[in-house]
């Protein structure tokens, strides 16, 4: 059955579902550190502990953060908007300039996140044009006294503070 609808409309309706806004990270083959912006990242099993993200099959980060067998979700908070958009562009440089530190699988823990959930890849299938992968969590932290998160609404970002 072919759909009533193209993929503009497609996106703009489900762009009316707010949702997360996360940076994977990890550190590729030569040791230089890769991210790329998810607003797909969802929680997935108490036990075993797992969650997971959808990645474009175009992505030219990700298999350089896959290859390593290990990645960092960063939680965004609301005054990272700046990052959010510069790790949403393939471009070389990406970490310029952007303070971190290595959480315990070496993929960067971004400064200023909310929320850290570093992962090993526990698989990664192919679903329509986007990868699902899914990592099996190794070690987390929620920042103390961290700032609002960052969703993701209508193709802009905002901040939980009004939700308070």
Not at 49 to 61: A, C, E, H, N, R
Request: proline share 4%; with cysteine.
């Amino acid at each position: 059955m072919n759909a009533s609808f193209d993929s503009k409309e497609f996106r703009q309706v489900l762009g009316n579902f707010p949702t997360g806004v996360a940076i994977v990270s990890g550190i590729d083959q030569s040791g230089e550190p890769q991210g790329v912006t998810i607003g797909s990242f969802v929680s997935i099993s108490l036990d075993p502990p797992l969650v997971g993200f959808f990645q474009g099959l175009k992505s030219k980060t990700w298999p350089a953060i896959a290859a390593s067998g290990s990645f960092c979700a960063n939680v965004l908070a609301e005054n990272q908007g700046e990052l959010c958009w510069r790790f949403a562009k393939e471009t070389d440089g990406r970490f310029d300039g952007v303070k971190w530190t290595p959480a315990a699988s070496g993929s960067p823990k971004i400064a200023g996140a909310l929320a850290y959930i570093d992962c090993t890849i526990e698989s990664s299938s192919q679903v329509g044009d986007h990868l699902f992968i899914v990592g099996r969590v190794q070690n987390l932290e929620a920042v103390a006294g961290a700032e609002n998160a960052m969703v993701f609404f209508r193709g802009a970002v905002a901040g939980t503070s009004s939700l308070k």
